[in-house]
């Protein structure tokens, strides 16, 4: 079974400044889908950015971008030019991408990201 | 708007005292999970259904009951809440196909005294 394991219970970064979350994970499988959600205090899940380990190119998006090591099983998220509301729970995620979906998302413990003024 | 709506946001409960917690999508979305969060663990899958009358066990299902009528309802049924059974809630559900992202409804937080 696959496992995700996020390393930094909590971590703090200044406004404007830039933070990276690790993430590992450990699988068998070499299709598969790497996700970041974060979850701010109204709790909400949102997406904010998504791998695909077929593609050797890292994602981005905006101010969060993704460090993919697919060897090393690896996938850190940067987080650049921090604001107040990056504060939040982040949350890393594997999905399988096989055809039998059954149990195919598993998540990381999180990491509780507080963004200092 | 594309959205999972899962009801209600608070529950306080009494051990033993059956209670549903409603999920609906509008996304036409063939599958469908609970998941329940709590410090440390993360989401841990309880339920989760591939398509109508087409449901299975996730990692912590003991305590849970679910059934999937209609493509769009998938509720989460605790038929003897007890106190371990206090957590944070969500429904989420998901595209086949496409390495897709799950969409979340706004979490359960549910209390058992």
């Known amino acids: 079974a696959q496992t995700v394991t996020q390393s930094q219970p909590e971590m703090s970064v200044q406004e404007a400044e830039t933070v990276t979350l690790s993430c590992t994970y450990d699988?068998?499988?070499?299709?598969?889908?790497l996700f970041w959600y974060k979850q701010p205090p109204s709790r909400q899940m949102i997406l904010v950015i998504r791998?695909?380990?077929?593609?050797?190119q890292n994602a981005t998006e905006n101010r969060f971008s993704v460090n993919f090591q697919k060897a090393a099983k690896s996938f850190s998220l940067k987080i650049s030019d921090s604001q107040l509301g990056d504060a939040a729970m982040y949350f890393c995620?594997?999905?399988?991408?096989?055809?039998?979906?059954?149990?195919?998302?598993?998540f990381g413990p999180g990491t509780r990201l507080s963004v200092l003024p | 708007e594309a959205q999972v709506t899962q009801n209600p946001r608070y529950l306080i409960t009494v051990t033993g005292k059956k209670l549903t917690v409603t999920c609906s999508q509008n996304?036409?979305?063939?599958?469908m999970s609970w998941y329940r969060q709590d410090p440390g663990l993360g989401l841990r899958q309880i339920y989760y259904?591939?398509?109508?009358?087409?449901?299975d066990k996730g990692d912590v299902p003991e305590g849970y009951k679910v059934s999937r009528k209609e493509k769009r309802n998938f509720p989460l049924i605790l038929e003897s809440p007890s106190p371990n059974q206090t957590s944070l809630y969500f429904c989420?559900?998901?595209?086949?196909?496409?390495?897709?992202?799950?969409?979340f409804g706004s979490g359960t937080r549910l209390t058992v005294v």
């Open positions: 995620a594997y999905r399988s991408a096989g055809r039998n979906y059954g149990q195919n998302f598993v």
């Open positions: 699988t068998s499988e070499s299709d598969y889908y």
């Open positions: 791998q695909e380990a077929y593609k050797q």
């Open positions: 996304m036409n979305h063939e599958y």
């Open positions: 259904s591939m398509n109508v009358e087409v449901t």
């Open positions: 989420a559900s998901q595209r086949t196909g496409g390495g897709y992202g799950y969409t």
